[in-house]
């Protein structure tokens, strides 16, 4: 007797998450519709019934992370905020989620893209209420400045396993790892690196000499 066929509930919700960890690892013009459907255990056909085509398929992914990382409890504005349980829930994500959102904003996908102006700008907004209540130092770029901060904000998910290599820590999202890593980074925004503004002047004097020419 043939082996029935998973309900349709079941089966689309396994072609996503075989989609997930696909698309996360490989990134999205390696991945192919027969690979897919192997590793969710369906056929070629049934990818293409619930999803219509590749893109189908990225567009739904990219709807499903995209809606998990905004979440209801609103984690872009917390991250972008700094608070910590933002962060966390972004960060903490399953790990097919982690690696398709770094995939994602890699390769340049139209929803990541959305979603990273979005976190740049509730960022910026949050950096100016820093500014006007004074615990944020003033800026000639602040729109530079919130994008940066938000680089290193989610560095981590594309430098996951070079950070882990190089702090010498066994999971990077652990609660006690990403607390330590975020104190080194909140010591470094708060006192800065330098101690003086030679740096900034040899940058400036590079600037100069090329503007000259």
């Excluded at 966390?88 to 982690?98: D, I, Q, S, W």
């Excluded at 990077?172 to 708060?190: E, K, N, P, Q, Y």
């Amino acid at each position: 007797m043939p082996e029935s066929s998973p309900p349709e509930s079941s089966a689309r919700r396994r072609i996503l998450d075989a989609a997930l960890d696909r698309f996360g690892r490989d990134g999205v013009n390696r991945v192919t519709v027969r690979a897919i459907a192997s590793d969710a255990g369906v056929s070629p056909a049934l990818v293409v019934h619930h999803f219509g085509s590749m893109e189908g398929v990225r567009r739904e992914c990219d709807r499903y992370v995209m809606s998990m990382v905004r979440g209801p409890d609103h984690l872009v504005e917390d991250a972008a905020a700094g608070n910590a349980s933002g962060l966390a829930g972004m960060l903490e994500a399953a790990a097919p989620v982690r690696r398709y959102l770094a995939r994602a904003f890699l390769d340049g996908s139209p929803a990541a893209n959305a979603l990273f102006d979005e976190i740049v700008e509730h960022t910026a907004a949050w950096l100016a209420g820093g500014e006007r209540e004074g615990w944020v130092r003033p800026s000639e770029n602040p729109h530079a400045r919130a994008a940066i901060y938000v680089s290193w904000l989610l560095a981590p998910l594309a430098f996951g396993a070079h950070l882990t290599r190089a702090l010498g820590v066994d999971d990077l999202h652990a609660t006690g790892s990403a607390l330590w890593m975020s104190r080194v980074a909140i010591d470094m925004f708060t006192h800065g690196v330098f101690t003086d503004e030679r740096m900034l002047h040899a940058w400036d004097a590079v600037e100069k000499e090329r503007g000259a020419r």
